[in-house]
C-alpha cells in the first residue's frame, strides 16, 4: 500500500475536508489512475442544510434528532449520506433503532 499511494487530504460526505485521510496514487503509479487517464469530470456534491449527518457520524447527536429523520429522510427518500446504503448510520436507526 505505500509502496503504491500516498495519504492526502480528502473530502468526504457529511464530514468535509480531512487531513491525511485519503489514498492517492504516488507519482510513479499515476498511469493506473482512472482520474488521470480518463477526462472524468470532477464531482462536488452539496450537502442539503437541514442534514445533520456529519453531528451523527460524530457523535454529537442520535439519528433521531435531525430535524429531517424519519419527517423526509427515510431509506426510500435518502436525503443525506447516512441514510444513502443499509450499512448508513441513520439507516440502520431506522431500520433497527
Known amino acids: 500500500m505505500e ?12 464530514l468535509g475536508r480531512i ?5 492517492f496514487f504516488r507519482k510513479e503509479y499515476e498511469a493506473f489512475d482512472a482520474t488521470k487517464r480518463f477526462a472524468i469530470p470532477e464531482f462536488h456534491s452539496e450537502e442539503n442544510p437541514g442534514c445533520s449527518c456529519g453531528t451523527v457520524l460524530r457523535g454529537l447527536i442520535n439519528p433521531e434528532e435531525c430535524p429531517l429523520f424519519r ?11 447516512c441514510m444513502v446504503s ?9 431500520r433497527y433503532g
Open 71 to 81: 419527517r423526509v429522510c427515510t431509506p426510500a427518500n435518502p436525503v443525506g449520506p
Open 86 to 94: 443499509s450499512e448508513g448510520s441513520c439507516a440502520a436507526h431506522y
Open 19 to 23: 487531513p491525511g485521510s485519503g489514498l
Open 3 to 14: 509502496e503504491v499511494f500516498a495519504a492526502g487530504d480528502a473530502e468526504w460526505r457529511g
